[in-house]
């Protein structure tokens, strides 16, 4: 399984490179943007947004249009394996993200205290574990699709694309205004409420990982059970 | 010694078709070849076979384990070479065979290297930028470098030119050289199966209707030729007939059954021609079930 992991990483080792230039676009926002536009706007909260969507978008995308599922199965591994295996990759990067992240919060914050609000380690933790959750119930719902050959799974999971994203990214933003909840309707209350809840609180993030775990040890469950490894 | 393969009631269904119940075993050293039209089930028995595709009931064994998706030392013994080739498209197709050799204990770098030389295979390009023929060709080293017990192989010298083809082939003979491997061929072209297969199994619709030897098949069929005056009879054993006057012309698939008969009604001229494998299958394929009878 190792080997898999290796080959994988190996293979998707330019994410390092986009990842690499997405921090340092970060640094530059940060002394740049604050100067042109007036914004309560983290620019570096941002860009970790964009970052925790690319990793697992790009891993998905490559995974439909070079039939990882097919590739994967001729290997001599046993679906276990292989459910496990095919994670590794995506978490292996969160984490790094994770880590990455927090150690230039801490430099860069260190050195020029000045700049906009840093943002702390759990605020980090939360974009990242929700980028997580949403992945994982992605890949429940391909899976249970290819479980249950059933044939409408393209269209909840096509709905659940745009309605999950629309709510990803209302969620993010709540985050950003998270201290302006007073103005807002109703939904974006309860949105700017739960961002609050996530993203003050490691308790918050930490039970949106464990979900996001759980789905996915429920996954590899569900991986072993497809009824085709065909695509 | 252990069978390669043995499935057993095997069945798999989709709106609109079934395949099976197939019960369908082989012995070691020989060649299976697994002849159908498209849509009959032929790749869908294979993909069960590998892991692919799950079935509904019935049990598969590989070498005597079954193809349990949570074990993986079957999957060790068989290579699978299928109508889609599946590679890191990105990589390299050298650095897509380095990938594969660190699954297989098995794996001969030397062999590797004699058949890239041997295929003329561009490793060196990376995967995506090969030509369909060149997918086919790393496939099949993919496979053949780890010398595997059971070969399955559906439709492999598709997209291939004659000559490569050719090499293909050859290579698939020298597999059969110790005696311990065993080939499973599915292919649509019949040229193929003359050279290579020993025994075969015809597939329509989901199910077996015919499976026979090599040599049986070209012990039982004939093309017969004849002259009779007698009008409006009825033939025992045919699989086509052609009539010109009192010329007749049929391809018979027992034709000790049908040359009896038709001495009996008085034909004369008879002239008897032996028939080629491929041609034979070509008939097979198209009267299906009728021929498998007698």
């Not at chain 1, 679906?79 to 496990?84: E, N, S, Y």
């Not at chain 1, 709540?174 to 949105?191: C, G, I, R, T």
């Not at chain 2, 023929?133 to 492999?156: F, H, T």
Request: charged share 25%.
């Amino acid at each position: 399984m190792w080997q898999l992991v290796k080959g994988e990483l190996n293979y998707f080792r330019d994410l390092f490179g986009r990842i690499l230039s997405g921090i340092i676009l970060a640094g530059g926002a940060n002394f740049i943007l604050p100067k042109v536009i007036e914004t309560t706007i983290n620019p570096s909260e941002l860009i970790l947004v964009f970052l925790s969507l690319l990793v697992p978008l790009n891993i998905v995308k490559v995974g439909i249009k070079e039939r990882r599922n097919y590739f994967y199965s001729l290997l001599p591994l046993s679906k276990r394996q292989i459910g496990i295996g095919r994670l590794c990759v995506p978490m292996i990067y969160m984490v790094g993200l994770l880590i990455v992240f927090s150690l230039y919060n801490y430099i860069i914050y260190k050195w020029y205290p000045s700049l906009p609000a840093p943002l702390n380690f759990i605020t980090i933790f939360s974009i990242l574990s929700i980028s997580l959750f949403f992945t994982a119930v992605y890949m429940v719902l391909e899976d249970i699709g290819a479980f249950l050959n059933f044939k409408w799974i393209d269209g909840i999971k096509l709905f659940y694309m745009i309605f999950g994203a629309i709510f990803y990214f209302i969620l993010i933003i709540s985050f950003f205004e998270k201290n302006s909840l007073d103005n807002k309707n109703v939904l974006q209350n309860a949105m700017g409420q739960f961002a609050e809840w996530l993203s003050i609180s490691f308790r918050g993030a930490a039970c949106c990982v464990i979900s996001a775990l759980i789905l996915i040890v429920i996954n590899t469950w569900i991986y072993e059970k497809r009824r085709s490894y065909l695509e | 010694m252990e069978k390669p393969f043995v499935i057993k009631d095997m069945v798999k269904k989709y709106p609109g078709f079934q395949l099976g119940p197939l019960n369908l075993e082989m012995e070691q050293g020989t060649v299976l070849g697994y002849i159908g039209r498209n849509g009959a089930g032929k790749s869908t028995t294979m993909h069960c076979m590998v892991g692919l595709l799950k079935f509904d009931q019935g049990e598969i064994n590989i070498y005597g384990k079954p193809n349990d998706p949570i074990q993986n030392e079957w999957k060790q013994k068989i290579g699978y070479v299928g109508d889609y080739h599946v590679f890191y498209e990105k990589w390299s197709a050298e650095k897509n065979l380095k990938f594969k050799s660190r699954f297989y204990p098995a794996w001969s770098d030397k062999k590797t290297r004699e058949l890239i030389k041997r295929f003329r295979l561009p490793v060196n390009k990376r995967a995506k930028d090969l030509s369909s023929g060149n997918r086919v060709k790393l496939s099949l080293i993919s496979v053949l470098a780890y010398s595997p017990k059971l070969l399955i192989l559906d439709e492999p010298t598709a997209g291939l030119d004659p000559l490569v083809r050719d090499e293909v082939l050859e290579e698939l003979f020298e597999v059969l050289e110790d005696g311990e491997r065993a080939i499973f061929y599915s292919t649509h072209i019949l040229s193929d199966i003359k050279r290579l297969v020993d025994n075969l199994i015809f597939l329509d619709e989901g199910e077996i209707f015919l499976e026979t030897s090599k040599e049986d098949l070209l012990e039982k069929w004939r093309q017969i030729t004849f002259h009779l005056t007698q009008e409006d009879i009825s033939l025992e054993a045919i699989a086509s007939r052609k009539k010109k006057g009192n010329e007749y012309q049929v391809i018979s698939h027992n034709f000790e059954k049908t040359l009896s008969q038709i001495k009996r009604l008085g034909a004369t001229n008879i002239v008897m021609n032996r028939m080629g494998i491929d041609e034979i299958s070509v008939q097979v394929i198209k009267r299906g079930k009728d021929v498998a009878i007698g």
